[in-house]
């Protein structure tokens, strides 16, 4: 039998490295979210087959602002989501400052990302009702509400993407979601440690990895052999 090589087709997934996310002028900034730019920066150099970042791209009156429910306090108060479309079908989500909202400085990707090797960028939490951490959904599934899904799926199956790298902020809420609904969209999902920061710190970060973990997504360092596979596509 001849030794046929595995298709790898890797795709790098930059989530919302956003001002606001960021030090020093952030409303929502994750400590160190601006550390991982040259990370980042050094990836966007590899022949990874499609480049993609997200952005959080939120209306004013976005139901995850704090502001948007009178005596709610930021971090702390959540408030129940209802699909529009099945009010039976709810979440509970934490309220946090206003953020990332479009046309603002905060919503802005931070300049020093390498902006030209980035093949797309795709908005999540565009609908003022859904909460949406991961940037291929909502966590309403019964019936998807179209306005909470983005083409990220689309994308990645029309270039044959195999497996997926996922970075960004903060590693314990938006890459997180997004690491695992790749996997469990079928994709070989990996997480670059180095190339994300958590709103939780180096603790919240533990937990994370574990979740990841546990649900298949492997946990990777940025100068690990699976980066090296990549690496090696361009021979
Ligand atoms: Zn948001």
Redesign the pocket.
Known sequence: MPLVAPIFRPALILV?VQEDFCPPNGS?AVHEGRDIVPVLNDLLKLPFVLKIATK?H?PPD?V?FASNHPGATPFVSTTTIANPANPAETYETQL?PV??VVGTPGNELLPELDHARIDAVIHK?TDPRI???SAFRSPLRDPPLASAVTDLEERLRAADVTDVFVVGLAGDF?VVSSALDAAQLGFATYVVEEGQRCVGGVEGWAKTRAQLEEKGVRVVHADGPEIEAVKALRL
């Open positions: 919302d929502l959080d939120h976005h995850s946090w953020h990332c939490g909460e949406m951490y938006c």
